[in-house]
C-alpha cells in the first residue's frame, strides 16, 4: 500500500518532521520564506495532507486546487486566520491547530516585551552600541515602573490569563475585557473585568491576547490611543491586524503613549523602510513570541499527530473544526 502524498510547506522541528516523513510521501518547502500563493496552490494538487503555517492562505481556490484527494490540513499554530475554515468544513475536511501547548511561552515572551520596553531596554542597549554612554547620568534613559503599576489584558483567554497569573508577581492591579466575563479566572488571577474603554484609559501597561477576526481588525487605532496615558505602554503578541500601524506611527511620534512593543506586524514581514522601524520608542521582534526549543518542538509533534490521524481516518487529537464530525 503507498504512503499519502503530503506537503510540509516550511521546514519544521525534527520530533514533528520524522513523524511525517515515516508515515507519508512528504515534500518539504525548505526556503526560509514560505511558498508563494501560485506555488502553494500547485504543491497543493492531488495531496492527502497539508502541514501548513500561519503564513500560508488556505482558501476557496486552493481547497478546488487541491481536489477530492485532500483529507486533513493540519496548521502548525494556535491561530487558523490563514485558512478558509467553513469552507473546509463543508468539504468535510477537518483542520487540526495546536492550542496550548504555547500559552506559557507566549505569556514569558509578552512578560519581556513588556519589561524590555518599561525600561527601554533595547535603547540602552543601542546607546552602548553607539559609543554614546559617557558616564552614569540621573535622568539617562528613564522608565516606566512595572511594580504596583495597573496591567490592562485585552482578551483573557489562556495567554491572557498566564499573563495575568504573572502579574500578580509584580504586586499589579490586574484590569481585563473580553467578550465574555471569567469568574474563574477572576479569582484565580485577581483580575478585575472592566469596558475597554475604561481599560484604555486607566492601564500604564496594555497586552493584547485577541484572536484576529473582523471585529479586532484595527481594535487599536487612534481612538483608543489617543485616550491612553501618555506614560502608557502597548504590547501585542497577539496579531499584527490588530493594531492600525498608521495610528501606532502617530501616537509613538507625538506621545501619546509613551512606548511600545509588538511581536506582530501588518504587514508581516515589515518592510525595512517602515517608517516605524525608525521610532526610538518601539520595539519590533519577528514574530517569536512560542519561539523556544521545547514549544516550538511540540508544536512540531501535534501538527504532524493532527496530519497523521486525519490521513488515517481518525478524528483529530486538537481539531479546530469539530463540526467537521457532526
Not at 6 to 24: A, D, N, S, W, Y
Not at 188 to 193: H, K, L, P
Not at 283 to 302: E, Y
Request: hydrophobic residues 45%.
Amino acid at each position: 500500500m503507498s504512503k499519502p502524498r503530503v506537503f510540509v510547506t516550511r521546514l519544521i522541528p525534527e520530533k514533528g518532521l520524522h513523524m511525517v516523513q515515516e508515515f507519508c510521501h512528504c515534500e518539504v518547502w525548505t526556503d526560509e520564506t514560505p511558498p508563494p500563493y501560485e506555488v502553494l496552490l500547485e504543491k497543493a494538487k492531488g495531496v492527502d495532507g497539508l502541514l501548513s503555517l500561519l503564513t500560508d492562505r488556505i482558501d476557496l481556490n486552493l481547497l478546488d486546487a487541491a481536489g477530492p484527494s485532500l483529507r486533513v490540513i493540519s496548521q502548525m499554530a494556535v491561530g487558523t486566520d490563514n485558512i478558509d475554515i467553513p469552507a473546509a468544513t463543508a468539504r468535510h475536511i477537518p483542520v487540526g491547530n495546536t492550542p496550548g501547548v504555547l500559552t506559557e511561552t507566549t505569556a514569558d515572551f509578552a512578560w519581556a516585551l513588556l519589561m524590555a520596553a518599561a525600561r527601554r531596554v533595547v535603547e540602552g542597549e543601542k546607546f552602548v552600541q553607539a559609543g554614546r554612554w559617557k558616564t552614569w547620568g540621573p535622568t539617562l534613559l528613564m522608565g516606566q515602573d512595572v511594580h504596583g503599576a495597573t496591567l490592562g489584558i485585552i482578551g483573557f483567554g489562556r495567554i491572557g490569563q498566564a499573563v495575568a497569573r504573572r502579574a500578580r508577581g509584580f504586586s499589579m492591579r490586574i484590569l481585563y475585557s473580553d467578550p465574555q466575563r471569567r469568574p474563574e479566572a477572576e479569582i484565580e488571577t485577581g483580575a478585575e473585568y472592566a469596558t475597554q474603554d475604561e481599560l484604555l484609559v486607566k492601564a500604564d501597561f496594555i497586552t493584547l491576547h485577541t484572536p484576529l477576526t473582523q471585529e479586532t481588525y484595527h481594535l487599536i487605532s487612534e481612538a483608543q490611543l489617543r485616550v491612553m496615558k501618555p506614560s502608557a505602554v502597548l504590547v501585542n503578541t497577539s496579531r499584527g491586524g490588530v493594531v492600525d500601524p498608521d495610528a501606532l506611527l502617530t501616537a509613538l511620534h507625538e506621545g501619546w503613549i509613551a512606548a511600545a512593543a509588538l511581536d506582530v506586524t501588518e504587514p508581516e514581514p515589515i518592510p525595512a523602510d517602515n517608517p516605524l522601524l525608525q521610532l526610538e520608542n518601539l520595539i519590533i521582534v519577528p514574530h517569536i513570541a512560542s519561539a523556544s526549543v521545547q514549544t516550538r518542538s511540540t508544536m512540531a509533534k501535534m501538527a504532524a499527530e493532527n496530519l497523521i490521524a486525519g490521513l488515517k481516518g481518525e478524528k483529530l487529537p486538537y481539531c479546530a473544526n469539530p463540526e467537521v464530525y457532526q
